[in-house]
């Protein structure tokens, strides 16, 4: 089963990345050398990226794929099991 819920964590933070860096997502699309339609599906939650994409995007925004995934992951649980208020 495939994890919707992460590839919408996951395009979030790519836009956030991408967005904190000034760059359209033409400009990360050709840093990535690929489509910005790809972008633009993979940031509305419209296409699970495979780990060479990811990685790809990663690279164009000099960030380590692993700090996309742990972004995403972070955000997941904050959304997924929020933080009670005492």
């Known amino acids: 089963m ?3 819920t992460f590839a919408r964590f996951f395009g979030e933070i790519v836009r956030k990345h991408r967005k904190a860096r000034f760059l ?5 699309a050709e840093r990535a ?8 599906l993979i940031e509305r ?6 780990v060479n ?5 990663a690279k ?7 700090g996309l995934i742990k972004d995403a992951e972070d955000l997941r649980k904050e ?4 933080k009670i208020k005492n």
Do not use: G, Y
Request: aromatic share 10%; no cysteine; hydrophobic share 40%.
């Open 2 to 4: 495939l994890s919707k």
């Open 33 to 40: 050398d690929f489509s910005s339609k790809m972008v633009s």
């Open 45 to 50: 939650f419209e296409r699970n990226p495979t």
């Open 60 to 66: 164009a925004m000099d960030v380590p794929l692993w």
């Open 79 to 82: 959304r997924e099991f929020p």
């Open 24 to 28: 359209s997502q033409e400009e990360l």
């Open 53 to 57: 994409v990811a990685d790809s995007i």
